[in-house]
């Protein structure tokens, strides 16, 4: 019985360590705001979801940046950082949406803070400029 008992709390222990260490390594790929802005600035990213294009962000210096769907226009806008997670503050909006980042296979993976489980892709990234269908606020 006590070797029973020994070769149980060895089980525990060892899965315990396995959950630990599986929950760091997850926590650990995320991208802090400096490896964000770092990969970001400078560049236009093209996002996808489930596949399909949906947008593209176009990252300038001091964390501006402007965003169009696929449609063309675009709106202006800044990221922060709140309790975490990225967060963008676009113009003539009330909502700002906040996401996590990280670095996958194939380049940046954004995660809806309120909902982890909606995700865009990176589909490239590139140093042209965002080309707008409306009347751009400037360059």
């Not at 705001?33 to 990252?59: H, K, M, N, S």
């Not at 009330?94 to 996401?99: E, G, L, N």
């Not at 809806?112 to 269908?133: G, H, R, V």
């Amino acid at each position: 019985m006590l070797l029973w008992w020994g070769i149980m709390r060895s089980v525990f222990a060892l899965l315990l360590l396995l959950l630990t260490a599986s929950t760091g390594i997850a926590q650990d790929s995320r991208l802090s705001p400096d490896a964000y802005e770092t990969y970001t600035r400078g560049y236009t990213i093209v996002f996808q979801q489930d596949g399909q294009i949906i947008g593209a962000e176009q990252y300038l210096s001091d964390r501006q940046v402007v965003w169009t769907f696929v449609d063309g226009n675009c709106t202006r806008g800044e990221w922060y950082v709140r309790n975490g997670a990225i967060c963008f503050a676009y113009e003539n909006s009330s909502d700002d949406p906040c996401w996590y980042a990280d670095l996958v296979e194939g380049g940046l993976r954004v995660s809806f803070a309120q909902n982890p489980q909606i995700q865009q892709f990176e589909k490239y990234k590139s140093t042209q400029p965002i080309q707008c269908a409306n009347t751009y606020l400037g360059s």
